[in-house]
């Protein structure tokens, strides 16, 4: 089951919560899948035991909302799972300091040839004391084929990325530009002119964002005032 087929690209936001022993050391940063070919993507998360004790760690799937007619991701950890399991049975055991890459999530495609986003969120957590868990979202953006999205690149310009108060889009035609939070909640939709645009992002909050021109692919747009 864990064989990988490879994606595109990817698309991940991370949230910690109350994660007193354990840390996320390296992730993935951008999965964006193709949405017209059936094919299981996945995505990994490294993690670490930053305190003095030897934790034995499981891992729950605590939320996931699925509209792009994905199933529900299934994920390794100690075994593989299948999509209808959202508890780890057994545990990986952490020694203080050490780092594991045991976790894979995975995403099943099929070609609806959608564009659009999904959530997950994983909690690693110590078994001794479940309040001591780390909380990870994981942001799924799907689009169309990759020859659509490198003629999207292109025909369109967006810059400077990171954005500070201004952001140019240069487009060819009058097309829709939809800025979201990487959890997908829409931020701004505003219809471009042909030619070179300036929005402003003066009053958005600093972090990760996600745009779309026209339907196209989810691309990442960092503010950082």
Same mark, same amino acid.
């Given at each position: 089951?864990? =064989?990988?087929?490879?994606?595109?690209?990817?698309?991940?936001?991370?949230?910690?919560?109350? &994660?007193?022993? +354990?840390?996320?050391?390296?992730?993935?940063?951008?999965?964006?899948? =193709?949405?017209?070919?059936?094919? !299981?993507?996945? /995505?990994? #998360?490294?993690?670490?035991?930053?305190?003095?004790?030897?934790?034995?760690?499981?891992?729950?799937? &605590?939320?996931? &909302?699925? =509209?792009? &007619?994905?199933?529900?991701?299934?994920?390794?950890?100690?075994?593989?799972? %299948?999509?209808?399991?959202?508890?780890?049975? $057994?545990?990986?055991? /952490?020694?203080? %300091?050490? #780092?594991?890459?045991?976790?894979? %999530?995975?995403?099943?495609?099929?070609?609806? $040839?959608?564009?659009?986003?999904?959530?997950?969120?994983?909690?690693?957590?110590? $078994?001794?004391?479940?309040? !001591?868990?780390?909380?990870?979202?994981?942001?799924?953006?799907?689009?169309?084929?990759?020859?659509?999205?490198?003629?999207? #690149?292109?025909?369109?310009?967006?810059?400077?990325?990171?954005?500070?108060?201004?952001? =140019?889009?240069?487009?060819?035609?009058?097309?829709? /530009?939809?800025?979201?939070?990487?959890?997908?909640?829409?931020?701004?939709?505003?219809?471009?002119?042909?030619?070179?645009?300036?929005?402003?992002?003066?009053?958005?909050?600093?972090? +990760?964002?996600?745009?779309?021109? !026209?339907?196209?692919?989810?691309?990442? +747009?960092?503010?950082?005032?």
């Amino acid at each position: 089951m864990k =064989n990988i087929v490879t994606s595109f690209f990817a698309l991940f936001s991370l949230v910690q919560l109350n &994660a007193q022993s +354990l840390s996320v050391i390296e992730m993935d940063t951008v999965l964006e899948v =193709n949405s017209t070919s059936t094919a !299981d993507y996945s /995505f990994s #998360i490294k993690v670490e035991n930053t305190s003095s004790t030897q934790l034995e760690v499981y891992v729950k799937r &605590a939320y996931h &909302a699925m =509209n792009c &007619a994905y199933d529900s991701g299934y994920f390794c950890w100690d075994f593989c799972y %299948g999509s209808d399991i959202d508890n780890s049975i $057994g545990s990986v055991e /952490f020694q203080p %300091g050490d #780092i594991k890459s045991d976790f894979s %999530g995975h995403v099943y495609s099929p070609s609806s $040839g959608n564009t659009c986003m999904d959530s997950i969120r994983y909690v690693f957590y110590n $078994g001794e004391d479940t309040n !001591d868990s780390l909380s990870v979202w994981v942001t799924i953006s799907a689009g169309p084929t990759m020859e659509s999205v490198e003629l999207s #690149i292109v025909e369109h310009q967006v810059y400077p990325n990171p954005a500070r108060n201004l952001l =140019n889009i240069e487009v060819q035609k009058e097309v829709e /530009f939809t800025l979201y939070s990487t959890l997908g909640e829409k931020m701004k939709s505003i219809r471009l002119n042909q030619g070179k645009n300036a929005i402003s992002v003066s009053n958005m909050a600093n972090g +990760l964002y996600l745009y779309s021109i !026209d339907g196209s692919s989810f691309k990442r +747009l960092t503010i950082n005032h």
